[in-house]
């Protein structure tokens, strides 16, 4: 296989061709924080967390999706790249429901990690909230919309490795959500309850319904046991 070589803070490494900015980094022992990426199932350059700099290039790339080339000088970590990665952050978060005390993924949160690791300690853009929708239907998931971040990564562990598919993206811009299909419940999709997606999520927006919620669903409707919410929509004052 044809090798490549470049330069990666500084020093030469050699990689197989095809080889992304961020498996190099990786090889090297250099972190570059991640969200979407999950190494051969989403790698979509969704979250711009990764972002990196290369010498000459007037843009930052995603490191996820970026295969390295002969020749290019890699900085990751340079005050460009801290400042871009941040304002992504922040961005993130301003569409994020922030209650983390009450969160169950709190402190196990990979979103939370990477605040406290790039040092956000507080959110210059506030505005109206996307995703307003809790869906506790399903007998096992919650799905908070209100905490997704848009990964997908739900969404290709759920087709590409369980082969169920019952998740998917729609709308465009600030009206993408990630939803079960035709904008259904888990409960009235083909969900299998595998709880993969759950696994996966890096923050969050699907949880494993406890046992106690199991209860309050059938008290406040015995003959369904099953309740959906929709939280109020958020906007600036
Ligand atoms: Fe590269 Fe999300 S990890 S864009």
């Known amino acids: 296989m044809k090798e490549i070589t470049f330069k990666i803070n500084g020093q030469d490494m050699t990689v197989p061709e095809g080889t992304t900015i961020l498996e190099a980094a990786k090889l090297n022992n250099i972190d570059i924080p991640t969200l979407c990426y999950l190494k051969g199932i989403n790698e979509i350059g969704a979250c711009r967390m990764c972002l990196v700099e290369i010498k000459g290039a007037r843009a930052l790339q995603a490191a996820c999706v970026y295969p390295v080339a002969n020749g290019i000088e890699v900085l990751t970590n340079s005050p460009k790249v801290r400042k871009a990665r941040k304002v992504n952050l922040e961005l993130i978060l301003s569409n994020h429901n922030r209650e983390c005390t009450i969160c169950v993924r709190s402190e196990n949160c990979e979103l939370q990690a990477l605040a406290k690791e790039i040092g956000v300690s507080d959110i210059p853009f506030e505005g109206e909230k996307s995703g307003t929708l809790i869906d506790n239907k399903s007998t096992s998931i919650v799905r908070d919309e209100t905490k997704c971040i848009l990964c997908k990564r ?8 369980q082969n169920v598919a019952v998740l998917g993206s729609v709308g465009r811009g600030f009206t993408s959500q990630v939803q079960p299909v035709f904008g259904k419940s888990l409960a009235d999709v083909g969900c299998i309850n595998c709880g ?25 409707d015995p003959t369904k046991t099953v309740i959906v919410q929709t939280a109020p929509a958020v906007r600036s004052a």
């Not at 739900?154 to 490795?161: I, L, M, S, T």
């Open 154 to 161: 739900c969404v290709a562990v759920c087709a590409n490795v």
């Open 196 to 220: 993969q997606c759950i696994i996966n999520c890096p923050v969050g927006a699907l949880t494993e319904k406890s046992d106690v919620q199991r209860v309050w669903d059938a008290i406040e």
